[in-house]
């Protein structure tokens, strides 16, 4: 099941546009999938803890609607897989019906010094209940 | 012929994993294109003045290497393709000869309340001379 | 009464050091100030519609504790006078019962092309609710 | 002598005013210490190793003119005291002859572990060249 978020657009995120400058919904979708982290009891500094980073290594993004001042947004996110030393995820941004933004991420889990390694299974099972179910 | 510029990566950008942030570097591309635009005459206040903005629709990006603290990158960024009203961008990203990163981005031209329109010819013809040979 | 709102510590604000970057600090009271100003009917967007830009001129911040990784803060607003084109406001970020941050900030009333202006009758009036008792 | 560094404005960093959003000076100054720290020889990796982090407690700016899109600035950078366990620094911030902004700031050294503590001799040393006459 999707995990759901809700932020609201500051001030200095918009450019001379009056739109959410493109990057700041980067910024969205990650606090979204670190919310998402916490909520299964792997927040970062717990994952840290235990020998991890997660490191994004691919996205790609849509932007369908500009997102503007004082919109609230909501982030959903899911766990499409986890394989053995990367993870897909696939997050949804809303204003109220309408779809704003889409994006497709890898993450992959590496030791504090970088190098790749196996996702512990203890970090699958907790994201299990956040899987697509496609 | 790419552009080629250079930008110094700034402390706040970094985050606890002493890497820069991804957003960071989807900032950078952002810097980089348009530089490009100033180089080519088109800079985003003179296309805003004659009644274009031009509007990241979509973007693929590689986080191929960490940059870090103190890190001076070389950002390339060439033209793939103009068509009717969007442009497709390949960006690369360099630390010394490594290569840290690269990004496909899709912009799109539109009139100042958002709706798509044809890149004017001057534009097209000014954006020529940063056309990939591929 | 002061105006409070509440702001989640996003992960790509926190620097190396762990801690909260002192521009973000900065970033979150100018959206709490934007906050109180949409709560009394003039926000930004009904502002320059009217042909008015609330611009910074002048802040002064200190930093007591260090904001982390997962906090959830509490900023306190107030308005401390508005004289002819100019207003002052004092501002407070709390962790639970901890002061982490205050900050007195000076905004200026100017037209749309950035010459000061006179605070309009109405928007005196719309801040006088958050006006501080001391 | 003051030390002088040169930022290029970002475009993300414009707000829908079309100026530099304030926050970002702030960033811009902070860019700015990091880079007289690191022409010193002591930049923030080399502090952490030794044990130190450097870190703001104050700061007091006044905002005078508007920064803009394609403005390259330059900021002066002067030290204005070390005492024992916090240093005071005074920052200026042009476009051409035109002072934009202008800011002091306090910063303290602490203990990896956020507890103050005296500055290094070796690091008072290494600042020596960046103190104000006045």
């Known amino acids: 099941m999707a995990h759901t978020t809700s932020i609201k657009v500051r001030f200095y995120e918009?450019?001379?546009?009056?739109?959410?400058?493109?990057?700041?919904?980067?910024?969205?979708?990650?606090?979204?999938?670190?919310?998402?982290?916490?909520?299964?009891?792997?927040?970062?500094?717990a994952l840290q803890e235990a020998g991890y980073h997660l490191v994004v290594t691919e996205l790609a993004t849509r932007f369908l609607r500009s997102a503007e001042m004082g919109d609230r947004l909501t982030v959903e996110t899911e766990v499409v897989e986890t394989r053995r030393a990367s993870s897909r995820w696939r997050q949804r941004m809303f204003r109220g019906e309408d779809l704003i933004?889409?994006?497709?991420?890898?993450?992959?889990?590496?030791?504090l010094d970088g190098r790749p390694t196996r996702f512990p299974d203890e970090v699958v099972a907790r994201l299990e209940p956040y899987r697509s179910e496609v």
Do not use: K
């Open 14 to 45: 918009l450019d001379p546009y009056n739109h959410v400058n493109h990057s700041a919904y980067i910024q969205y979708f990650e606090s979204a999938r670190i919310e998402l982290l916490e909520e299964a009891g792997i927040g970062l500094p």
């Open 101 to 111: 933004a889409r994006q497709e991420i890898t993450a992959a889990m590496t030791t």
